[in-house]
């Protein structure tokens, strides 16, 4: 099945440095990518996400980006803050329905230091 | 818009006990319904997925059941917790029929004694 390895386990960046987070997936079938942060105690909340036909996806300082031959993606923070700071998931899935589901990095966690 | 609601927020239950936990979605019909388990703050473990009233599917063999009475809930039981049951479970739906992206909600953190 899917596997999804995460890197690093934890990233410490100054406030207004960029964070950049790396996902492999092993599943060449996998055409949904998406990144979720969670701050502690909450539940993870959807920052951005990306298909397969897409190299680059983003929305404000926030960019995805995707290279399907070496079946990689990365989650890039730029002009990082201090309301960065949480745990950032990857995730992948082949779609179609509830029965491709995604499957979950172990998680980045990001500190900004102001 | 739609809302997904999670209740309770916080439970500390001892062991043996049952366990009854509620998830509900709002401004959407016919949700895919996902039950995930976080435990020490990583890692997301999918217990149970329903693509509609009655479906459940379950992913790993465990204490706990699911069951979807209504389109938009969902409940994660147990007859007797044990000590391991204890962590932060996370309900998500996404649209039927694309279902990739999923939408959490805030979750419940539950502790056994």
């Known amino acids: 099945g899917e596997n999804v390895e995460q890197h690093p386990s934890t990233l410490s960046v100054q406030e207004g440095d960029s964070a950049v987070i790396k996902c492999t997936y092993s599943?060449?079938?996998?055409?949904?990518f998406p990144w979720y942060k969670q701050e502690l105690g909450k539940g993870p909340q959807l920052i951005i996400d990306?298909?397969?036909?897409?190299g680059e996806k983003k929305d404000q300082r926030i960019a995805v980006t995707l290279n399907k031959t070496a079946k990689h993606f990365s989650l890039h923070i730029t002009e990082t803050q201090p309301e960065d700071s949480a745990v950032y998931f990857c995730?992948?899935?082949?779609?179609?329905?509830?029965?491709?589901?995604?499957?979950f990095g172990t998680g980045t966690l990001l500190a900004v230091q102001p | 818009s739609q809302t997904i609601h999670q209740w309770p927020a916080t439970l500390v239950q001892p062991v043996g006990s049952p366990l009854s936990l509620e998830c509900t979605v709002e401004?959407?019909?016919?949700?895919?319904l996902y039950w995930y388990r976080q435990a020490a703050g990583r890692g997301l473990q999918l217990l149970f997925y329903?693509?509609?009233?009655?479906?459940i599917s379950s992913e790993v063999p465990q204490n706990l059941s699911a069951s979807r009475p209504q389109d938009r809930q969902f409940i994660l039981s147990s007859k007797k917790l044990l000590l391991s049951d204890s962590g932060f479970y996370l309900c998500?739906?996404?649209?039927?029929?694309?279902?990739?992206?999923?939408?959490f909600g805030p979750g419940t953190r539950l502790l056994v004694l």
């Open positions: 998500a739906w996404g649209l039927a029929g694309v279902g990739e992206t999923q939408y």
């Open positions: 995730a992948a899935s082949k779609g179609g329905g509830a029965t491709n589901k995604l499957i």
């Open positions: 990306i298909r397969s036909n897409v």
């Open positions: 329903s693509v509609g009233i009655g479906q």
């Open positions: 401004g959407t019909s016919n949700p895919n």
């Open positions: 599943d060449s079938a996998s055409n949904y």
